[in-house]
C-alpha cells in the first residue's frame, strides 16, 4: 500500500477532477442548457450549482485536514466522520452514482467519436452526414470498447491511467484555445445555421429544474480527485490544495 501512494496534488486530485468537470455536459450539453434557459437563467443555474459543490468541497477539504484519510475515498470520508452505518448506506448510493456517470461519459464520448469517424453515418447528395440505422447500437458498441480500454488501463497500472490523463487533459487545452481562437467565418456560418432551424423548429423549452439537473453533474467532478485518496502521497495537503 505505501508503495502505491505516490501521486502528488497535480496527477492525483486537481487532474482527474479538472477532466471530469470539462466533460460531456460542457461539450456537449452548455449549449442546450442556454437555449433553454438563457443567459441570466445559464448563469444563475451555473452560480447555484458551484455554491453547492464549491460547499461540498470546503467540507471535505476540512475533512481531510482534521482527520487521516485512507483509501476510499468519499465514502472513506463520510464513514469516518458520520459513521459506519450512515457512511455504508451512503457508499451504495456513491457506487451507483459513479456507474451511471460512467455510462453518462461514455454515451458522450460515443456521440462525438462515431461522428467524428463516420460511424453510422452516411453522406447525402448535398455532402452532410445523415444517420443511418440504430444510432443507440452504435454508441453502445464504441462505448463498450471505449469502456473494455479504460478497464484494461486502469487494470495495468494506476500509474499508466494517471499518466494517460496528461494527454486528455493537451487535448481539452487546445480544444479551449480553438474556441476562442475559431474563425469568425465559421460562426457566421454556425449562427445562419441555428436561425434557419429556429425559423422552422420551435421546440417546448425544458423546465429549470430539468435543466438544472442535467447541468449539475458537469460542477461534480471533484469527487474524482477526493477518490484518488489511497493513491497519494499526502492526502491532507493534496485534496484541499487539489
Do not use: C
Not at 445523415?130 to 484494461?152: D, E, K, Q
Amino acid at each position: 500500500m505505501t508503495a502505491g501512494k505516490k501521486f502528488g496534488t497535480f496527477g492525483g486530485v486537481f487532474t482527474p477532477s479538472i477532466l471530469t468537470i470539462l466533460g460531456v455536459i460542457m461539450y456537449l450539453r452548455m449549449g442546450w442548457v442556454v437555449g433553454n434557459a438563457g443567459l441570466v437563467g445559464t448563469i444563475l443555474i451555473v452560480l447555484v450549482a458551484h455554491i453547492i459543490s464549491v460547499s461540498t468541497g470546503l467540507s471535505i477539504s476540512s475533512i481531510a485536514t482534521d482527520k487521516k484519510v485512507g483509501a476510499g475515498g468519499v465514502y472513506y470520508v463520510l464513514s469516518r466522520s458520520l459513521g459506519l452505518p450512515i457512511g455504508g448506506a451512503l457508499g451504495i448510493t456513491l457506487f451507483v452514482a459513479t456507474a451511471l456517470s460512467i455510462a453518462l461519459y461514455m454515451v458522450g464520448f460515443a456521440e462525438i467519436f462515431n461522428e467524428f469517424i463516420g460511424y453510422g453515418y452516411s453522406l447525402n447528395d448535398a455532402g452532410e452526414k445523415v444517420a443511418t440505422g440504430n444510432m443507440l447500437n452504435t454508441y453502445r458498441i464504441t462505448g463498450s470498447i471505449g469502456l473494455l480500454i479504460l478497464t484494461i488501463i486502469a487494470f495495468i497500472s494506476t500509474s499508466v491511467a494517471i499518466k494517460s490523463q496528461y494527454i486528455i487533459l493537451t487535448a481539452i487545452l487546445l480544444s479551449l484555445v480553438s474556441i476562442f481562437f475559431g474563425s469568425g467565418l465559421e460562426s457566421i456560418a454556425v449562427a445562419e445555421t441555428a436561425a434557419d432551424v429556429a425559423n422552422t423548429v420551435t421546440p417546448e423549452k425544458a423546465g429549470f429544474a430539468a435543466i438544472f439537473a442535467i447541468f449539475f453533474p458537469a460542477v461534480t467532478g471533484f469527487t474524482a480527485g477526493v477518490a484518488m485518496s489511497g493513491d497519494l502521497k499526502d492526502p491532507k495537503k493534496a485534496i484541499p490544495v487539489g
